[in-house]
């Protein structure tokens, strides 16, 4: 962009008529040697000498950008526009002056005017890029996103590109199109965390969103992908995404293992008590499970985080049949779905307890009848 510029400089010094031609040459100088404070100066020079020639009105614009004065800018931008409107260069810069000013529909507006097959194919790129920002802030998300792909199209080799498009599509709630695009942004920049961990996080999502066998399969991809991000240096929320991704991948051992690291760095925090409470129930050591949801619920502040440790200690309560203790826990997380289930089961589990109780009563009467008759056998003529 900056060679074109230049090159359109020298071309616009040739139509600077002699009456500005010095402070032209002054602000072409001052411009390249990034002096920018000089170049305004020589430029509003060549506006006030050469009022309807765009050019001059253009590079002041472009040198008052730099400066953050923005306001000045769009002016400036604005009348080479109005000289020259069908010019390319004074469209794409007048809109990015509207977006500095905050004028995102008019930035839109103008940037839909160019055909971004006329601009340099190194360029196509960073015009889709810009669109996007102009929709998506005029209210047009749908627009933006469309932008973001194109952009993206454009520079197949950008992993920032293709970032850029699998985050707008998952945060636009299209999972499967952000999870693809982020998946290319990873094959591109593997090392980036940024760039893994929102590819991660778009697993996990889809994972939650899918039935079956590919609902494992995805979170197993999940988890492999997630693997370079559980290094000697992650943090907490990092070993906690890690986790997550190789709980729904069914990775029980594995999953525990980034728990207990994760735990080293902030046992305080309830989530990883919660996480391993999880992680121990599914691999089916119920007593750890037990202390790690306790754990939870002491350390949970917000209602919200504690019915969800609450509801995970009465499931644990359920598996060892301690109904007594699964009532009072889901009774603490309000869930009187489930102290109803659990009572019930309860009253099952005392009338099977009573009925064996009566059947062993009926087994040892019938032994005791059994006994009786052998010892009358015995007997003299008990034969008879």
């Known amino acids: 962009m900056r060679k074109t510029l230049i090159s359109l400089l020298v071309v616009a010094g040739l139509l600077v008529s002699g009456a500005a031609f010095a402070e032209w040459e002054a602000g072409v100088a001052a411009f390249k040697a ?207 995404l890690v986790a997550e991704a190789q709980l729904g991948a069914k990775e029980y051992s594995a999953a525990t293992s980034t728990l207990n690291r994760a735990k080293a760095k902030a046992g305080n925090d309830w989530l990883v008590h919660y996480y391993l409470a999880q992680a121990y129930t599914a691999a089916g050591n119920f007593n750890d499970a037990k202390a790690a949801g306790q754990l939870a619920v002491d350390r949970a502040a917000s209602a919200a985080d504690k019915k969800r440790a609450w509801q995970q200690v009465g499931f644990v309560g359920e598996k060892l049949k301690n109904y007594d203790e699964a009532i009072v826990a889901y009774r603490n997380a309000g869930d009187q779905a489930g102290v109803n289930r659990v009572e019930e089961n309860r009253n099952i589990a005392s009338e099977n307890a009573t009925i064996e109780k009566e059947n062993e009563e009926i087994r040892a009467l019938e032994e005791e009848r059994r006994r009786l008759e052998e010892e009358i056998k015995g007997l003299p003529g008990g034969g008879r």
């Open 34 to 240: 990034r002096n920018f404070a000089v170049a305004e100066k020589e430029f509003q020079e060549v506006a006030a000498k050469q009022p309807d020639w765009p050019g001059g009105h253009y590079m002041l614009g472009q040198v008052q950008l730099q400066l953050g004065k923005s306001k000045d800018a769009l002016n400036a931008l604005k009348k080479a526009y109005e000289l020259k409107p069908g010019d390319v260069s004074y469209q794409y810069i007048l809109a990015q002056a509207y977006l500095k000013t905050g004028g995102y529909s008019q930035a839109a507006s103008m940037l839909q005017k160019i055909n971004p097959s006329s601009l340099p194919s190194q360029q196509q790129g960073k015009y889709q890029q810009l669109l996007a920002v102009a929709l998506d802030r005029s209210g047009n998300a749908s627009g933006a996103l469309s932008a973001l792909r194109k952009a993206a199209e454009a520079n197949p080799t950008d992993a920032k590109a293709w970032y850029n498009y699998g985050t707008t599509a998952f945060n636009a709630g299209d999972t499967a199109t952000g999870a693809s695009a982020l998946e290319k942004a990873v094959n591109l920049n593997g090392s980036d965390a940024k760039v893994r961990t929102a590819y991660v996080n778009s697993l996990i999502r889809l994972g939650r969103e899918k039935r079956g066998d590919s609902k494992q399969a995805t979170y197993a991809k999940a988890a492999q992908a997630a693997t370079p991000l559980a290094s000697s240096s992650a943090n907490y929320d990092t070993l906690l």
